[in-house]
């Protein structure tokens, strides 16, 4: 088996899914991050499917992502002036959150507001467009033991049920078997398995995913019986409306356009002398120089004894790095995950 840790797998998925998505077939246009998904769920990697031009109109709106209040309220402005509160189906949450939202809109240039007297009126400067046409969810696991196998299962016949994805994968680092062993594991059959080789430069489809009913209500798995024979007790669940996934949806693909993949930077420390980018066949990984390998997020700290801050004289020039080696990563990085959105 691989001894690729989980982080640095994770990058080279998001690389690859960047590069050459879907595993087989006709390319279409995506963008890739990772680390998105619900409060009860998170999914290690997220592939959104976009309509080209819808994806132009939506740059329209800005590099920041629109939160749920923001959402309800572009998507809902009226063509011609109206009071708010006339204009924007009912919330269920109090009408003062949607006042705020309607200025935070207004200052970042993304609707008309204007008073009447006492009452703010609003007015769209574009409609909202429809830029997303699927999204993807890839679990991530290069080591599939049987104990990490079982949990995965778990995961998987979870995020099946709740149907929030179009459809859900499994990436897996190839072991060189004749028959992987993510085949032999009891993975739910909805569930697609890929498997990538060392450089993550090339994949093969083990199994093909199903497309996962996404009109139809969600089941929500809170509880389950642990097994055994003397487990008798049951499960719990909840079911989940259509709207709330519509929206859930739309919400994590403008958190996947803001962040991309690339913001593990955000988390680490660039600033660190010993902090640089190696080249990992395509893909560009966080690499520490004092401890001599690919750190995570965890590890890449302040706290994290082998942390030098870069030398003041490093910050202060200019050519060929304005800023430091650090300002320098964040800029490459940026740079990078900025090609992938129109505008």
Known sequence: MT???EFVFELRTCGWAERAWPPDGEPR?????RQLGTRDRRWDTVVVEVDPEAFAERSKFGTRRLDSDLLHVVRHAPAEWAWYRDALPNPDYPWRYVREAVHRAADRGILERRRDGNRIEIRRKWAYPGWVRRIVAVENKPDLDASAARVLADQL???VALGLADEVWLATAATGQRVEPALLEDLPPEAGIVVLDHDADEADVLWH?????LDDPGTRIRERPSGGSRD????????????WKREKRLEIAERAYERGWRSYADTMRPDCRHFRLRRDGRTLLPWCGAHGRC?????????????????????????????GPGKGVRLLLERRRSRRRPG
């Open 232 to 243: 008798r007790s049951a499960a719990r669940f909840e079911y989940v409306e259509r709207e």
């Open 3 to 5: 001894d690729q840790p």
């Open 295 to 323: 750190q995570t997020s965890t590890e890449c700290s302040g706290s994290c004894s082998a942390f030098e801050p870069e030398p003041p004289a490093w910050r202060s020039g200019d050519w060929p790095i304005e800023g």
């Open 209 to 213: 995913p199903r497309s996962l009913a």
């Open 157 to 159: 016949e979870r995020d």
């Open 29 to 33: 246009p995506a963008i890739v991050s």
